[in-house]
């Protein structure tokens, strides 16, 4: 990899005692920078669908255009993930994910200068692109931090930083924007965030132990599995083929794990994504009320997440299991939204955060088994993969039900065109949970 964003070198093995000081005070500064660095690009990445009602008004946007904007940066995203997750394995994750998080404030500054349909298409394309330097640099660190038989915990606990950053940024969007005049506001304010979030991962953010003087956790945590106590620990950088094709695209699972992420994504953000307009349409709710639904969503997966991960490791890491299982009151919330006569905002309210607190432990699960199945060199990759599948869901969710919401709504009216949408996403909802069930009996590599 070029320049400066180059893997940091392994230098001399610090003293034993040394060793014993410094592990766990820098395992717990790359959980909390990675934690509050991914949340920070939260706030640069999920604030179009809170100001959307704001936007159609303000610029005479339709659904179909803020659903094009919507797939626009999924798909990119999905792309940029895969991508940039392999350039993030071979790279510095202290200056890949501190140069992303700028380069995104960036896209934020401009779309909000800007009043054009096409200047804010292509701006979150790029926006897209840039948000693939967030995931990816975190899993390389969560990687080479923390061992195998505490993952379930530890990458769980840094998992909710989607949550904190998801909720907080439908928060700062809403009331930036309704406080300081104006839609684009909700673009000014967080990328003024990320701004400094960007500099706090500069100070904080470390690449690998070895290159602070210290063991690889294996030998630190005596967690070798017992291909690598027969072989040793592979800490060689590998190369793309090996990354692309030996850890991905030959990798069954690999693939069915994508396929299902593809669905599952479809459940986690047809409520983020399109609820602040739903409940303001059909529900007349509040930009600050749109605000604090996505809140209640996107922190309704805080314990959950936490909680099924420490159980996924105490049941010797049956993580399919605990997805599958996760997946049925998800069909439940999304079945008692569709059937729920309208006017209940307060019941919505409360599936919202059945929905978060069921699917958000699927999204990391899904992850984990990947990281599970394949080597600690290529997380970035294979998860980057299943990330794309997931936002191809993401995409066509955005763009599929932007259309959908702008024909019904001329043929029939609004509430029933956010049934159909309801009972698309549904019918998702129930496809991801079937091929979870083929992920019921897998468990870690030996």
Same mark, same amino acid.
């Given at each position: 990899?070029?320049?400066?964003?180059?893997? &940091?070198p392994?230098v001399?093995?610090?003293?034993?005692e040394?060793?014993k000081?410094r592990?766990?005070r820098?395992r717990?500064?790359?959980?909390?920078?990675?934690?509050?660095?991914?949340?920070?690009?939260?706030?640069?990445?999920?604030?179009?669908? =809170?100001? &959307?009602? @704001?936007m159609?008004?303000?610029?005479?946007?339709?659904?179909?255009?803020?659903?094009n904007?919507?797939a626009?940066?999924?798909?990119?995203?999905g $792309?940029?993930?895969?991508?940039?997750?392999?350039?993030?394995?071979?790279?510095?994750?202290r200056?890949?994910?501190?140069?992303?998080?700028?380069?995104?404030?960036?896209?934020?500054?401009?779309?909000?200068?800007?009043?054009d349909?096409s200047?804010?298409?292509?701006?979150?394309?790029?926006?897209?692109?840039f948000?693939?330097?967030g995931?990816?640099?975190?899993?390389?660190?969560?990687?080479?931090w923390f061992s195998?038989?505490?993952?379930?915990?530890?990458?769980?606990t840094w998992?909710?930083?989607?949550?904190v950053?998801?909720?907080?940024a439908? $928060?700062?969007?809403?009331?930036?924007?309704?406080?300081?005049?104006?839609?684009?506001?909700?673009?000014?304010?967080?990328?003024v965030?990320?701004?400094?979030? &960007?500099?706090?991962?500069?100070?904080r953010?470390?690449?690998t132990?070895?290159?602070?003087?210290l063991?690889?956790?294996?030998?630190?945590?005596?967690?070798?599995?017992?291909h690598?106590? =027969?072989?040793g620990v592979n @800490?060689? @950088?590998l190369s793309?083929?090996?990354l692309?094709?030996h850890?991905?695209?030959?990798?069954?699972?690999?693939?069915l %794990?994508?396929i299902?992420n593809?669905?599952?994504?479809?459940?986690?953000y047809?409520m983020?994504?399109?609820?602040?307009?739903?409940?303001k349409e059909v529900?007349?709710?509040?930009?600050?009320e749109?605000?604090?639904?996505?809140?209640l969503l996107?922190?309704?997966g805080?314990?959950?997440t936490?909680? %099924?991960g420490?159980?996924?490791d105490?049941?010797?890491g049956?993580?399919?299991k605990i997805?599958?299982l996760?997946?049925?009151p998800i069909i439940?919330a999304?079945a008692a939204?569709?059937?729920?006569?309208?006017?209940?905002?307060n019941?919505d309210?409360?599936?919202?955060?059945?929905?978060?607190?069921?699917?958000y432990? $699927?999204i990391?699960?899904?992850?984990i088994?990947?990281l599970?199945?394949?080597?600690?060199?290529?997380?970035?990759?294979a998860?980057?993969?299943?990330?794309?599948?997931?936002?191809?869901?993401r995409?066509?969710?955005a763009?599929?039900?932007?259309? $959908?919401?702008?024909?019904?709504?001329?043929?029939?009216?609004?509430?029933?065109?956010?049934?159909?949408?309801?009972a698309?996403?549904?019918?998702?909802?129930?496809?991801?949970?079937v091929?979870?069930?083929?992920?019921?009996? =897998?468990k870690p590599?030996?």
């Amino acid at each position: 990899m070029f320049g400066w964003f180059a893997p &940091a070198p392994h230098v001399e093995r610090l003293p034993d005692e040394e060793v014993k000081r410094r592990y766990p005070r820098l395992r717990w500064q790359i959980l909390e920078a990675t934690f509050i660095g991914y949340a920070t690009y939260y706030l640069v990445r999920n604030n179009v669908g =809170v100001v &959307a009602g @704001e936007m159609k008004h303000a610029l005479g946007y339709d659904d179909a255009n803020i659903g094009n904007i919507l797939a626009a940066t999924a798909i990119s995203y999905g $792309v940029g993930k895969f991508f940039m997750g392999a350039l993030s394995d071979k790279s510095n994750p202290r200056v890949f994910m501190s140069v992303g998080l700028m380069l995104t404030a960036f896209c934020n500054f401009a779309f909000g200068a800007s009043a054009d349909y096409s200047t804010h298409f292509y701006l979150w394309i790029l926006n897209g692109l840039f948000q693939g330097m967030g995931w990816s640099p975190c899993g390389r660190s969560m990687g080479h931090w923390f061992s195998e038989k505490e993952r379930g915990l530890t990458f769980s606990t840094w998992n909710t930083s989607h949550n904190v950053g998801g909720g907080i940024a439908g $928060v700062i969007a809403a009331e930036s924007a309704s406080r300081l005049g104006g839609w684009e506001y909700a673009f000014y304010v967080p990328g003024v965030l990320a701004l400094i979030g &960007a500099v706090y991962l500069l100070l904080r953010l470390r690449d690998t132990p070895q290159s602070c003087g210290l063991p690889p956790i294996e030998e630190y945590r005596d967690d070798y599995t017992e291909h690598e106590r =027969v072989h040793g620990v592979n @800490e060689r @950088e590998l190369s793309f083929y090996e990354l692309f094709v030996h850890n991905v695209l030959t990798h069954k699972w690999i693939w069915l %794990l994508a396929i299902a992420n593809f669905f599952a994504y479809i459940t986690r953000y047809a409520m983020i994504d399109w609820g602040p307009l739903y409940l303001k349409e059909v529900k007349g709710a509040t930009l600050s009320e749109g605000g604090i639904a996505v809140l209640l969503l996107e922190w309704g997966g805080i314990p959950s997440t936490i909680f %099924l991960g420490w159980v996924s490791d105490k049941m010797g890491g049956r993580r399919g299991k605990i997805a599958a299982l996760c997946m049925i009151p998800i069909i439940a919330a999304y079945a008692a939204i569709y059937l729920m006569p309208k006017g209940h905002i307060n019941f919505d309210m409360a599936m919202l955060v059945v929905i978060g607190f069921f699917i958000y432990p $699927v999204i990391n699960l899904i992850t984990i088994i990947a990281l599970d199945l394949t080597s600690k060199k290529a997380i970035g990759t294979a998860a980057g993969f299943i990330g794309l599948l997931g936002y191809l869901g993401r995409t066509t969710h955005a763009k599929g039900f932007g259309s $959908v919401l702008k024909h019904y709504k001329e043929v029939y009216d609004t509430p029933t065109a956010w049934n159909i949408v309801i009972a698309l996403t549904l019918i998702s909802t129930i496809i991801a949970f079937v091929l979870l069930l083929f992920t019921w009996k =897998v468990k870690p590599r030996a």
